[in-house]
């Protein structure tokens, strides 16, 4: 029989097109700042993770270019072998001060650190329970666990608490329950319930991982994150995992706790031990990017003085805004098709601001999600706001 093995490719990307669920893929010709060059338009960026303008700051493009100068593009190995420089364990050492953990161990990215990690704290006999709007990666991770799995509703104590309970009654008896939560979610910008999450675990003898990628630099003392900003311990959140890819302007994951678990997940996690460790360049960007946060609190101050200011004014203007409590805005329109309309007549307008619908979040929920940045001017940010209202009105939302 002939067949051609292949065939599936073009047909599967055909379904997706025609579905409309293909990515468009847009490019930024030049630096990811406030105003930026998008396919060659100039726009004012409203979707990039950049929450503080750090991927530009001088200080970290100087650490970068110092480091490249001094130790060469690349590492050279994996970390275990050869790919461990100085510069990666002082950023490790910075780190797990700056979070006021006794370690910290760096990962390729946020991605790996969750695929690698999380496997290995829970298997055959545990438990792992799940936020059910828990990030994608965190879902990878937890398939590649032999644990069984559980799911609570979204940011709901009360049904976590409900699954920990009959968990209880489970034989043989679960010998570890691990229960993982965004710090901050993604597509809605509210923040975990953390304090209660701590408390319930500690109560069935769960361990807590959390996954901060965008709540660091946002919340906490001088952007340091969630536990920081809720003033837990780490004897009830044992896993901080975050990453450097968003407001600290760079790229790499992390996790932070114990001494014994970052030995554990270093010896553990086949995403750390099978793969090149980071170009030095990067650590030194990473380990600039911890210092401009603590001496320079003005970043974080004018993220959030920009959040109020734009959120008022959605909120004012007639925007269903959803219930974030945090730099990530939604403005929920409903339909697919009509957050799609939305973003386009933004680009007219020079904002760049992309839709999130079905399957991302659910089909009536369809979003514009806006990501605000410190390094928007007062002018800057009334723009936007002047373009949302304009676009919202053309498009009869307002
Ligand atoms: C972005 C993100 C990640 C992935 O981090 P990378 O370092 O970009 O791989 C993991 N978890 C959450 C919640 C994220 O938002």
Same mark, same amino acid.
């Given at each position: 029989?002939?067949?051609?093995?292949?065939?599936?490719?073009?047909?599967?990307?055909?379904?997706?097109?025609?579905?409309?669920?293909?990515?468009?893929?847009?490019?930024?010709?030049?630096?990811?700042?406030?105003?930026?060059?998008?396919?060659?338009?100039?726009?004012?960026?409203?979707?990039?993770?950049?929450?503080?303008?750090?991927?530009?700051?001088?200080?970290?493009?100087?650490?970068?270019?110092?480091? +490249?100068?001094?130790?060469? /593009?690349?590492?050279?190995? *994996?970390?275990?072998? #050869? &790919?461990?420089?100085? %510069?990666?364990?002082?950023?490790?050492?910075?780190?797990?001060?700056?979070?006021?953990?006794?370690?910290?161990?760096?990962?390729?990215?946020?991605?790996?650190?969750?695929?690698?990690?999380?496997?290995?704290?829970?298997?055959?006999?545990?438990?792992?329970?799940?936020?059910?709007?828990?990030?994608?990666?965190?879902?990878?991770?937890?398939?590649?666990?032999?644990?069984?799995?559980?799911?609570?509703?979204?940011?709901?104590?009360?049904?976590?608490?409900?699954?920990?309970?009959?968990?209880?009654?489970?034989?043989?008896?679960?010998?570890?329950?691990?229960?993982?939560?965004?710090?901050?979610?993604?597509?809605?910008?509210?923040?975990?319930?953390?304090?209660?999450?701590?408390?319930?675990?500690?109560?069935?003898?769960?361990? +807590?991982?959390?996954?901060? /990628?965008?709540?660091?630099? *946002?919340?906490?003392? #001088? &952007?340091?994150?969630? %536990?920081?900003?809720?003033?837990?311990?780490?004897?009830?959140?044992?896993?901080?995992?975050?990453?450097?890819?968003?407001?600290?302007?760079?790229?790499?994951?992390?996790?932070?706790?114990?001494?014994?678990?970052?030995?554990?997940?270093?010896?553990?996690?086949?995403?750390?031990?099978?793969?090149?460790?980071?170009?030095?360049?990067?650590?030194?960007?990473?380990?600039?990017?911890?210092?401009?946060?603590?001496?320079?609190?003005?970043?974080?101050?004018?993220?959030?003085?920009?959040?109020?200011?734009?959120?008022?004014?959605?909120?004012?203007?007639?925007?269903?805004?959803?219930?974030?409590?945090?730099?990530?805005?939604?403005?929920?329109?409903?339909?697919?098709?009509?957050?799609?309309?939305?973003?386009?007549?933004?680009?007219?307008?020079?904002?760049? /601001?992309?839709?999130?619908?079905?399957?991302?979040? #659910?089909?009536?929920?369809?979003?514009?999600?806006?990501?605000?940045?410190?390094?928007?001017?007062?002018?800057?940010?009334?723009?936007?706001?002047?373009?949302?209202?304009?676009?919202?009105?053309?498009?009869?939302?307002?």
């Amino acid at each position: 029989m002939s067949r051609d093995p292949v065939a599936f490719l073009s047909k599967e990307y055909a379904q997706l097109v025609q579905a409309n669920l293909d990515w468009r893929i847009h490019t930024l010709n030049g630096p990811s700042e406030p105003w930026c060059h998008v396919d060659g338009k100039k726009v004012l960026m409203f979707c990039s993770n950049n929450y503080l303008g750090l991927s530009t700051h001088p200080r970290l493009r100087a650490a970068a270019v110092e480091a +490249v100068q001094r130790y060469g /593009a690349g590492s050279g190995s *994996v970390r275990p072998i #050869a &790919g461990t420089m100085d %510069v990666h364990v002082e950023l490790e050492k910075r780190l797990a001060r700056f979070k006021g953990a006794e370690a910290s161990l760096v990962y390729q990215t946020g991605f790996a650190a969750n695929a690698g990690l999380i496997p290995q704290l829970a298997g055959e006999g545990d438990l792992i329970v799940s936020d059910e709007l828990n990030h994608g990666s965190i879902i990878d991770g937890v398939r590649l666990s032999k644990a069984d799995k559980a799911v609570y509703r979204h940011a709901d104590v009360d049904d976590l608490e409900r699954v920990l309970n009959s968990a209880e009654a489970h034989t043989p008896a679960y010998q570890k329950i691990l229960i993982i939560t965004d710090g901050v979610f993604s597509m809605d910008g509210d923040v975990a319930p953390l304090d209660r999450i701590a408390k319930v675990g500690k109560d069935h003898g769960a361990m +807590v991982y959390v996954d901060d /990628a965008h709540g660091e630099g *946002v919340l906490g003392e #001088a &952007g340091r994150g969630i %536990v920081s900003h809720f003033h837990l311990s780490r004897n009830v959140v044992q896993v901080e995992m975050g990453t450097f890819s968003k407001a600290f302007g760079v790229v790499g994951g992390h996790v932070s706790g114990s001494r014994d678990l970052v030995n554990f997940a270093l010896n553990k996690s086949r995403t750390w031990l099978l793969s090149g460790s980071h170009p030095p360049a990067v650590a030194a960007a990473c380990l600039a990017a911890i210092d401009v946060l603590e001496q320079e609190p003005e970043h974080v101050r004018r993220l959030w003085e920009n959040t109020r200011r734009f959120k008022k004014a959605m909120s004012d203007a007639g925007f269903n805004i959803g219930k974030s409590t945090t730099p990530i805005t939604p403005i929920i329109v409903g339909e697919s098709a009509k957050a799609k309309q939305l973003s386009d007549r933004l680009f007219e307008l020079q904002v760049f /601001a992309l839709p999130i619908v079905f399957p991302m979040v #659910a089909k009536d929920q369809a979003r514009i999600r806006t990501i605000m940045n410190a390094a928007m001017t007062e002018d800057e940010v009334g723009f936007a706001i002047d373009a949302f209202i304009r676009a919202g009105k053309d498009l009869r939302i307002l």
